[in-house]
């Protein structure tokens, strides 16, 4: 609209400098002159009016792409004696997000996140929107898991991080895959079905604690994993509002070694490699808005299923030589040693539970006060006293010898070949079963539309693990690289302050 | 024993500090957390309600001095995105917000915001007044402003092209017109104007123009009549035909705030409703709600 002012302005200067230099006192007759240059000027207003055209174009062009994004940095205090440096500065986020729509109803959205050290795309999808009904969406890419607290904005987070049951189940949050998404624009009504590869940011480790699904672009079996999500908000009168939802998971995960254990770590069954191992859940979810003396919220969301875990299957085989000499009985003994060792480590399938509630007041524009208490027990067929003694073992050690002779005395040739064949198969309960439930306090400043400051306490709570006669315990690297180790059988002091600066565009 | 003390008078006199810190932290907090809030009030939004707005504004100023009001326009959709973000404390909206907007509205306050019907407004169709169309169907409007209808002869007018004009796609009225007349999106060759008197300025200087807004701004320029479909005949935006629902295109006018008023902001959103108020809505061409 600036353009169009500062054009029609220009174009009336002109005119009138124009109009200005039309001399009458020549004595020429008035419509004869005037015509040729009325003309004159109407081609030119004609041609900056073709060249308004164009540049609005291009504006037209330039308003189809939209940029936002947030930086958060943060410095943090680590009260826990296990992590060393205990206090630093970070850059948790730094994201640009570029939506491009060349037309109605469609987006391209790219969201690069800069971490230092630490390039990664988080988001990068193509959204179609149904230009009839408005009410049906394909996104198709890699996006958010259909998950309230995963689609709820990093830099809205109230308590500054996720809970530790949805950084568990959905680790990384986002996914690739295709998403339909159902908003009918007059019904608070939201639902989502989507299929992903599944297995987005999920570590699983190998023998030797190297990922076996290092690949962040591609899939780690051929199992798809189906993610569904309905809401709907119900309003309540002045007084605020009340949504409800449910949400589930319904996937898999290859087995990579032959035996599946149950939660309680006994033998379920055996299993063929690459079979599927089923990770089912589901959960509900309620937010309720109050207005009481400003906004004041209560939030909270429950899940419960069973999760799988592929294990791993590694063989390796070394092979030595030696050779002796028996000068009284002049024999030569030849022996070939060939040990190989399988490292197995069985599937297995853990029924979990966890929840989180949130309570929220706003006071005026600029405070937000946050109390989060959540849980999540990875485990729930195990008791904090089962923990490290729970266990599967069916290791094996074979060894067989085969011997030749050669020759009679006094020259004989001993050919001797000790074949150890050694199978690792075990997996015993730990820190992957250990129950966690975590207060936090926290405190939002909003300074101005785009700067917030935040200040929060997070009290993580472990199970108390371990029997009298069987502590459970973590290795950690003291200051220094020393080996030391944390008694889970106490409550582990590993409370973290944050002050967090966020800059929002 | 004597060592003893003085280590827990020491002890004594760092807990005193302590709690000394922690109560000036606190008394802080509370202080910017609990400051009374000046008596200015900001509002902003729809380009419609503006000059009834300031109207309200200005008289209301006059009989509460203490009181500051700032108003101004920029569209529905750029007063809600100001309530969101916290620049203002009133918005003036001519459409009603929509899901995601109290969904933003819910994550930075965790409130879904308080929506007062503050007036009704019919959404007038204008042409020029040498236009000899003299009334329209919704579906005619439809086909005009989606393009589908070009030339006035098609709706019974003169051979010459139809010239649109229309709002910013932040306003309410170009939302509401959308949604409930064109139905669809709007022709591309609909030259779009940044508030409802430029509209009615540009069909006033244009033969063959036609363009929609308010009913308090049709100064110069024809009231087009509209009628539902074929049969029915053909209504004026009136007190009486918005009252009884016969004027097709009509709307109500709305006032958002974040939370249930308090204070100063509550007297004055009672006046707006009250009769005083509501009396102005009459005086600057809309109509009241009750």
Known sequence: MHMKKLTFF????????????????????????????????RDKISGVEDRLATAEADLAKLTKIKLSGYIQAQWQHFEGANIYPSNYFSVRRARVKIAYEPSKGVAFVLQPDFQPGNFVVKEAYTRLNEPWLKTFSLWVGKFNRPNYEVEYSSSDLEALER?????????????????????????????????????????????????????????????????????????????GGLTIGTHGYFGGVRAVSDTLLKSDYSKNKSVAVGSKLNRNWVGVEAQFYVDFLGGLVVKGEYIMGVNAFPGYNSTTSTTSFTSSVN?????????????????IAPNIQRNFSGY?????????????????YDKFDPNTKLSGGDLGVA???????TTTTVKNTFGTSPNVLVNKEVNTTKVNNSLTSGLADLAYSQITLAWSYYFDDNIKISLAYDIPMNEKAGTAGKVMSGNYSAPGGTPTKLDYSNMIHQNVLTLRFQAKF | MTKYKVQNTNYINMKKKSFIVTGFAILAVAFFAFMPAPKKITVKGSDTMVILAQKWAEVYMKSHPEVTLQVTGGGSGTGISALINGSTDICNASRPMKQSEIDKLKERYGSLGVEIRCAKDGITVYVNESNPVKELTLKQLSGIFSGKIRNWKEVGGPDAQIKLYGRENSSGTYVFFQENVVKGDYAASCQTLPGTAAVVNAVKNDKYGIGYGGAAYAKGVKDCLVKKDEKTPGYAATAETIKNGTYPISRYLYIYLRNRPTGELKSYIDWILGPEGQKLVVEQGYFPVK
Not at chain 1, 18 to 39: E, Y
Not at chain 1, 327 to 343: A, G
């Open chain 1, 10 to 41: 220009t174009l009336s200067a002109g005119l009138l400098m124009m109009l200005a230099m039309i001399n009458p006192a020549k004595g020429q007759s008035g419509t004869d002159t005037l015509a040729p240059q009325v003309s004159t000027l």
């Open chain 1, 391 to 397: 266990s599967y073992n069916a290791s094996s050690t």
């Open chain 1, 327 to 343: 000068t009284t009985k002049d024999t030569v003994t030849q022996t070939y040693t060939t040990l190989k060792t399988t490292s």
């Open chain 1, 163 to 239: 809970s530790r049951m949805i950084t568990t189940l959905y680790p990384g949050e986002y996914a690739i895959g295709a998403k339909l998404e159902v908003a009918p624009q007059k019904i608070p009504l939201k639902f989502q079905l989507a299929l992903f590869n599944g297995n987005d940011s999920q570590v699983y480790p190998d023998a030797t604690g190297v990922n076996q699904n290092a690949k962040d672009n591609t899939d780690f079996d051929n199992y798809k994993d189906l993610m569904a999500r309905l809401t709907y908000a119900f309003k309540l009168g002045h007084w």
């Open chain 1, 356 to 372: 989180y509630v949130y309570l929220i007041k706003n006071i005026g524009k600029r405070n937000q006060f946050t109390i989060r």
